[in-house]
């Protein structure tokens, strides 16, 4: 009797690639037009509202925000959080064509998926004396956030007051999670302007910009 064949294994089919913008021009117009508010009123969350559905654990709103912002010439660091699964990094190099690279320094753009494990702000660009621009933009993830925090929670929510251009007089904001001495690495990433980094946070349905520009203080 003849051997019989192996039956082969049956082919495994590629996870089909998340959809980017439905309205590529519109949407990323749209999301841009937030992004830029969120950084002219500093600590002001800004409504973002998108209907993309990244690879998890990367949010709706900073896949709208890398779409919108990345682009062939803007090498891109992700986090631990977010270089461990692979089709997030599949799905911005097809959208934005942005080269991923594991320096920090050599990013212009850092996208971080875990807010209380931000790495030391020095381990990114700060720009140069005659080119500040050549810096980075921190996009960090957290659960949730808040502008004018209640005065009896202040000190709970480890809220930071806000001052600088942008901001008439003092603003409050509150967002987790985030390091422990997130208030010193904003003031030290003060001091150095006009270089220094800034950061946009993205929370469900919200965004808000944290610029160089800032002098935070905590709520005694």
Sequence with gaps: MPALAPIPAPAIAPRPLAAGFADPVHDAQRT???LMRAMAEPGRPVP??????PPAP?????????????????PVFLDATLAAVPDVAAFLRFHTGAPLVEDPAAARFALMGDG????????????????????????VQVARMAEGVPEEALADEGALVLEGPGIKGKRTFAAAPLPADFAGR????RALYPLGIDLILCAPGLVAGLPR????????
């Excluded at 890398?66 to 682009?71: P, R």
């Excluded at 520009?213 to 005694?220: E, F, I, K, S, Y």
């Design 32 to 34: 841009f037009a937030a």
């Design 48 to 53: 973002l509202a998108s209907d993309l559905v």
């Design 58 to 74: 990367l949010s709706p709103e900073m896949a709208a925000a890398a779409l919108a912002l990345l682009d062939y010439e803007t």
């Design 116 to 139: 209380a494990g931000l790495p030391d702000f020095t381990r990114f660009a700060q720009g140069e004396p005659d080119y500040p621009d050549r810096s980075v933009t921190l996009l």
């Design 186 to 189: 904003l003031a030290a990433n």
């Design 213 to 220: 520009t800032l002098a935070p203080h905590t709520q005694d």
